[in-house]
């Protein structure tokens, strides 16, 4: 059975489903489609074969909204109500959470900037940024529920969207620049953005960020959410003795420590597939989501998750594999960063954990038949560290 067939199935259950029970329900990354290591759509790869265990083929309750009417969309998944029309403009962060907070919208006031474990479970991986002569571009979202613009002129990618989230774990660069982190529904990161504050004092700071023409930063959009704030994306983790750790607000179950091998992503796949632990064998890569909803944002040191987990690496090589081949360039799948998020900007010499752990970027797939240059991870703006061997955490 393909992914789509099941997702159309468990569309039909889904609000008598197990999800609905769980206080973390994760949604379905929506990713439909397998790719080989140089980006091209394959068939789903039967199991036991190479490449199987792919995003497309794990599968989740899909995505669910209903269109009120009244300019709000509710997720019947995780239950949260959206502000279905975002702002136009890009505010400061400070800004944001004022209009949030007093936005009356659908007989509602008790709107709030979403968390980034709330504002990721929107995204739709089914997005790519394509060139203009690839074709229309795709966002990260759900269009059918939800309005969305790409910006105007040359930064179309630049689709930035705030959270509520602080990167607790030091300045967003060099100095004293607090940031918060953003999902881009334009090119489908997750990244820590300046405020416009200072780090230490909360104070405004003319150097925070990206510094514009008048010295502020740029700025992220805004789509506000209402619910019960503290629910959603909380974990209730249990030791189970045996080298996994069971999630019961998400219903899954983790393995407890990578095994301090780095791998390439195909090899990652394989490894889980094989992995017989806690007297389970039905382990798998996790997706971007899975992987994501461990993330411990509310620590202040690196790495970032319960302590309940262990890490075998240092801080700077913490990037963990997703199944979920990146749509922007599809010889890349998604990593969550659990260390330091290293990148570099304009005229900087040396990497900075510039995007902050619980950052979510794109690893190289492979190497093999391909030459990877500085220059092929660079945006306009910015290099990221990207390498082919990152760290693996199965799940089931």
Request: hydrophobic share 35%.
């Amino acid at each position: 059975m393909t992914k789509l067939t099941l997702l159309a199935a468990l569309l039909l259950g889904a609000q008598s489903g197990a999800a609905q029970d769980l206080t973390y329900p994760l949604v379905d990354t929506m990713q439909d489609r397998c790719f080989d290591l140089m980006g091209d759509v394959i068939n789903c790869p039967a199991a036991g074969h190479a490449l199987y265990g792919q995003d497309a083929q794990d599968i989740r309750t899909p995505a669910d909204y209903t269109d009120n009417g009244d300019s709000t969309v509710t997720d019947n998944v995780t239950g949260l109500l959206w502000q279905k029309t975002p702002t136009s403009d890009r505010l400061q962060y400070a800004d944001a959470l004022a209009a949030c907070e007093t936005l009356d919208l659908g007989g509602r006031t008790d709107w709030r900037m979403p968390s980034i474990k709330e504002l990721y479970s929107l995204a739709d991986f089914r997005g790519e940024l394509l060139r203009p002569e690839e074709g229309e571009p795709r966002p990260y979202l759900g269009t059918e529920a939800f309005d969305f613009a790409y910006p105007d002129g040359p930064m179309i990618f630049a689709g930035q969207y705030w959270s509520s989230t602080l990167h607790v774990k030091g300045p967003v660069i060099n100095g004293r620049n607090q940031g918060a982190f953003g999902f881009n529904f334009a090119d489908g990161h997750i990244k820590s953005y300046g405020t416009g504050l200072d780090f230490y004092t909360g104070a405004p700071s003319a150097t925070s960020g990206l510094p514009t023409g008048d010295g502020k930063a740029p700025g992220n959009f805004l789509r506000c959410v209402a619910g019960d704030a503290g629910v959603y994306g909380v974990n209730e983790f249990t030791d189970n003795g045996d080298g996994t750790v069971t999630d019961t607000a998400t219903g899954l179950m983790w393995q407890q420590s990578d095994d301090g091998t780095r791998r390439e992503w195909a090899d990652a796949m394989a490894y889980c597939e094989a992995l017989d632990l806690g007297g389970h064998g039905d382990w798998h890569l996790p997706d971007s989501k899975a992987l994501q909803s461990i993330v411990d944002y509310d620590r202040t040191s690196i790495p970032a998750i319960d302590p309940i987990f262990g890490t075998t690496q240092d801080s700077e090589t913490l990037d963990f594999w997703t199944s979920t081949t990146f749509g922007d360039i599809k010889s890349h799948a998604n990593v969550i960063v659990f260390g330091r998020a290293l990148s570099k900007s304009g005229d900087q010499t040396e990497y900075t954990d510039w995007h902050g752990a619980g950052a979510q970027r794109s690893s190289i797939k492979t190497l093999t038949g391909q030459a990877l240059t500085e220059e092929d991870t660079c945006s306009i703006n910015a290099c990221d560290i990207d390498r082919p061997d990152n760290l693996v955490r199965c799940v089931r």
